[in-house]
Nanobody, 125 residues
Framework: QVQLVESGGGLVQAGGSLRLSCAAS?????????MGWFRQAPGKERKFVAA????????NYADSVKDRFTISRDNAKNTVYLQMNSLKPEDTAVYYC?????????????????WGQGTQVTVSS
């Protein structure tokens, strides 16, 4: 069983920055999990944002956030981060952290076995 707790969401003006954190607790070592961030805007489906793999820490980003968002992980702290810069109103969504044991960094939601409860990010224009 894996428990994921997101934090760091909030209200920010367009052009601003936020850093999301996701703290994980699990019987298995955190380093064995590929970690992903997804987001769901009001009335829309949940979509892939970024992922970082369990091994070498390879990263993968949605085109809409590339060059603005950075995913990173600290295995010693069992935490994954999403640094979000140059935020736009269209980034407004609930952001979810997800874990995939020994995963490849998939963009597919169903590849991830464990999910957090989400944190709200609102970007005002």
């Amino acid at each position: 069983q894996v428990q994921l707790v997101e934090s760091g969401g909030g209200l920010v003006q367009a052009g601003g920055s936020l850093r999301l954190s996701c703290a994980a607790s699990s019987v298995r070592p955190f380093s064995q999990f590929t970690m992903g961030w997804f987001r769901q805007a009001p009335g829309k489906e949940r979509k892939f944002v970024a992922a970082i793999t369990w091994g070498g820490g390879s990263t993968n980003y949605a085109d809409s956030v590339k060059d603005r968002f950075t995913i990173s992980r600290d295995n010693a702290k069992n935490t994954v981060y999403l640094q979000m810069n140059s935020l736009k109103p269209e980034d407004t969504a609930v952001y979810y952290c997800a874990a995939d044991l020994l995963g490849s960094g998939s963009v597919v939601e169903s590849s991830y076995e464990h999910w957090g409860q989400g944190t709200q990010v609102t970007v005002s224009s």
